[in-house]
């Protein structure tokens, strides 16, 4: 019982953990690339300062309207679905027994226990139930289109914040190198905290969000130069 609750309990917390540590990796392996990559063109510091601070601004939004968007448009579709299931249940109360008793059978239960299963469940609150286990819709994983909009960019604003303060604070000469060695601690560390928090390995976690960020600093860093030499 101890147990299943915590499973619950850690489902539900790495729904937005999970949202918030991904919007800061994205901050910071973006934010952190541009930078790299004005600078690697031999930007001024004020023009690598002014492309982070625009990556800053731009990232946060795009994720907010992305994730606003998004969350909008599956909370649409479960609303749709609902409503269809409403009308079922209202047009044919005995299909709609059915179909909930079939479900549990396909589950494994007896057709008689299904049968009783589904009578009782649809008694209690039918359309609960066929939301449940007909469409899978659970109340926790209800949308909430503002509140994931305002997470994503403040993650990602957070995580922007990092590489633009160290960038700020560092002489041009050590720019590229501080910067993204801060970066990819930075990653490491989130990367491993995430896995840690869903019961992942944390080593592999951090691996594989620290890999991800080198090669996109890198490639950044690599096209700045070339345009930078050519320009
Ligand atoms: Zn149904």
Redesign the pocket.
């Known amino acids: 019982m101890t147990l299943r609750h915590r499973e619950r309990h850690r489902t539900a917390r790495i729904g937005w953990l999970r949202a918030a540590v991904l919007g800061a990796d994205d901050g910071i392996v973006s934010t952190a690339s541009l930078v790299l990559g004005v600078a690697a063109a031999n930007g001024t510091h004020s023009s690598v300062m002014v492309a982070g601070i625009a990556g800053l601004v731009a990232g946060a939004m795009s994720m907010a309207a992305g994730e606003y968007v998004s969350v909008r448009s599956q909370a649409d579709s479960e609303q749709a679905a609902l409503g269809m299931?409403r009308a079922?249940?209202k047009a044919d109360d005995k299909a709609?027994h059915q179909?909930?008793a079939a479900i549990y059978v396909q589950r494994g239960l007896g057709p008689a226990l299904a049968k009783q299963v589904a009578q009782q469940l649809m008694a209690h609150d039918a359309l609960g139930a066929?939301a449940r286990d007909?469409l899978g819709i659970s109340e926790t994983l209800r949308a909430r289109p503002i509140q994931a909009a305002f997470t994503s960019a403040a993650s990602f604003a957070a995580g922007a914040a990092m590489p633009l303060l160290v960038a700020a604070m560092v002489p041009a000469a050590t720019l590229i190198l501080v910067v993204s060695g801060i970066s990819l601690v930075f990653l490491a560390i989130l990367g491993g905290v995430a896995a840690r928090v869903g019961g992942a390995p944390m080593t592999t976690g951090a691996i594989r969000v620290t890999f991800w960020g080198a090669l996109a600093m890198g490639l950044t860093a690599g096209v700045g130069a070339l345009f930078g030499t050519v320009a």
């Open positions: 299931e079922e249940l709609e179909e909930l066929h007909e």
